[in-house]
């Protein structure tokens, strides 16, 4: 493990090289949580509710989903395709190190300078907006809510492993990327919350994780989520079945592979 400690440090001091870069991909990543945020408070000026989301409850859902993606988000699917195609896989078959935890790990350096840069600016929104916030987290939740992070952020991971390893196959997986980016915000809750969407497009996130990723922790961090145990249970059962589902890829892909280069 000590190995992936020295790569998670030395991305840290990448990250801060481009420090500059860093703070602005976090300006345009807030951008598009503030203009859902000025949406739905503009539809709230004619009524006090829609879908049982009032003004406080839009502006902490879109905090803790901006929040959410630092602690759980942070592609890194294209990085492992990259491996595969350059042959820089090869070091996962020839030394007792993994290059898809390697990517991932890479990864948690960006995150967490962005949560960190990202604090301030949180504070300030919920300092702004003091006034219209109304918090209803029941604290006997907390070790749930920590659970359903970490959860979603393994669920997550093995989805970004997962497409990322299709390079074995295809020559670009973007549009896999691509799909998957889709999915999430329309499943996965980054674009509005899911109860506000048909009851067809509820139904199927159901029987999909994009769900388990952001909405559901954020839905019991918003005290909207009744049932927290049995999101864990189910985040458990979607990180057995990709779990699985990445082992028997990834096999099948070493059996295919032919490398170049490393």
């Not at 989903?65 to 896989?89: K, L, M, N, Q």
């Not at 990322?164 to 990327?177: N, Q, R, S, Y």
């Not at 249970?233 to 028997?248: D, E, N, R, S, T």
């Amino acid at each position: 493990m000590k190995k992936y400690w020295y790569r998670f440090l030395s991305a840290i001091q990448s990250e801060f090289q481009y420090r500059t870069n860093l703070f602005a991909w976090m300006i345009v990543g807030a951008i598009g949580p503030l203009i859902m945020v000025f949406v739905w408070l503009r539809v709230l000026e004619t009524q006090s509710a829609v879908g049982g989301y009032e003004r406080s409850d839009f502006i902490l859902y879109y905090l803790f989903t901006t929040v959410g993606w630092y602690i759980v988000g942070g592609e890194f699917a294209r990085p492992i395709g990259t491996a595969i195609r350059s042959g820089d896989i090869n070091k996962s078959l020839l030394q007792p190190y993994s290059v898809i935890l390697g990517k991932a790990v890479w990864e948690q350096a960006w995150k967490l300078l962005s949560l960190l840069l990202s604090l301030p600016v949180c504070a300030l929104v919920l300092y702004l907006t003091r006034d219209s916030l109304a918090f209803h987290f029941d604290l006997s939740s907390l070790p749930l809510l920590i659970v359903s992070l970490i959860g979603g952020a393994l669920i997550f991971g093995l989805l970004q492993a997962i497409i990322g390893i299709l390079a074995f196959w295809m020559t670009e997986i973007w549009p896999i990327v691509e799909m998957n980016d889709m999915l999430l915000n329309l499943l996965g809750g980054m674009l509005a919350p899911i109860t506000l969407l048909p009851m067809i497009v509820q139904t199927i996130s159901l029987y999909l994780p994009f769900r388990y990723i952001f909405f559901e922790p954020v839905a019991i961090a918003l005290g909207k989520q009744p049932y927290p145990l049995e999101v864990v249970a189910k985040q458990g059962i979607f990180i057995v079945l990709l779990y699985v589902i990445y082992k028997l890829i990834w096999r099948a892909g070493l059996h295919k592979y032919e490398g170049i280069g490393g």
